[in-house]
């Protein structure tokens, strides 16, 4: 379970299944997330802003004697994957310092260690009956659709990010043409009317 580490003010933070977070990065602010690790294991990590602005972040990683692993400036997405050489606790950072005014959602997938086998004869040196290889087989095929599953998951909330921005300035551009418009209008008519003002005082002052 990942720990919460935040450098100023608590955010709110959504956790999806377990090592799976999606949490929001308001402006000039950093957060930070913990995991303890055992050496020698490899731990992954996969991020993606889904909201705001221009959808980067600064991103880095740092193992237990604070040296830096990975250091990537406003990147949209990334992956990242690392074998410890200690153990310790290794930290995330997610830094949005640099914007002045616009916050961003975040999503990270953080694994370590091995997946335990989906039938513990499979790392035995006997062969593997047909029922237990079927199960192999389909237990694969649903690890790739639920990794399917949460891409599309992503890009739905990217799209409907950006769709919902469009709406706003179209409905920001429509408002303002109409303003434009009536203003125009006003300006046309109180134009017209001046002009009759002006010919019946003339007309008036020739008499």
């Known amino acids: 379970m990942l720990c919460l580490g935040l450098s100023c003010l608590l955010l709110h933070v959504f956790v999806v299944f377990g090592t799976e977070l999606t949490f ?5 602010e950093k957060q930070c997330f913990y995991e303890e690790v055992d050496k020698d294991v ?3 990590i996969d991020f993606q802003v889904i909201a705001g602005g221009n ?6 990683v740092t193992d237990p004697l604070n040296n830096v692993l990975y250091n990537e400036k406003k990147k949209q997405y990334d992956s990242f994957s690392h074998t410890t050489a ?6 995330v950072c ?6 002045t005014f616009t916050h961003k ?8 260690g091995d997946e335990e086998p989906l039938i513990q004869t499979m790392t035995g040196s006997s062969a593997l009956t047909q029922l237990e290889s079927s199960c192999g087989a389909i237990h694969e095929v649903l690890k790739t659709v639920a990794d399917s599953q949460t891409w599309y998951r ?7 990010t ?39 005082g003339s007309v008036a002052a020739a008499t």
């Open 42 to 44: 490899k731990f992954e």
């Open 94 to 99: 997610f830094s949005n310092e640099f914007s």
């Open 162 to 200: 950006k769709a919902d921005h469009l709406l706003d300035r179209v409905t920001y551009w429509s408002v303002g043409e109409t303003v434009l418009l009536f203003v125009i209008g006003v300006g046309q008519v109180m134009m017209l009317k001046s002009f009759f003002s002006e010919r019946k």
């Open 105 to 112: 959602t975040v999503y990270l997938d953080f694994r370590h």
């Open 154 to 160: 992503l890009r739905e909330a990217h799209d409907r």
């Open 24 to 28: 929001e990065l308001t402006d000039n």
């Open 55 to 60: 959808y980067d972040v600064d991103c880095f």
């Open 86 to 91: 200690m153990v310790g606790v290794y930290k």
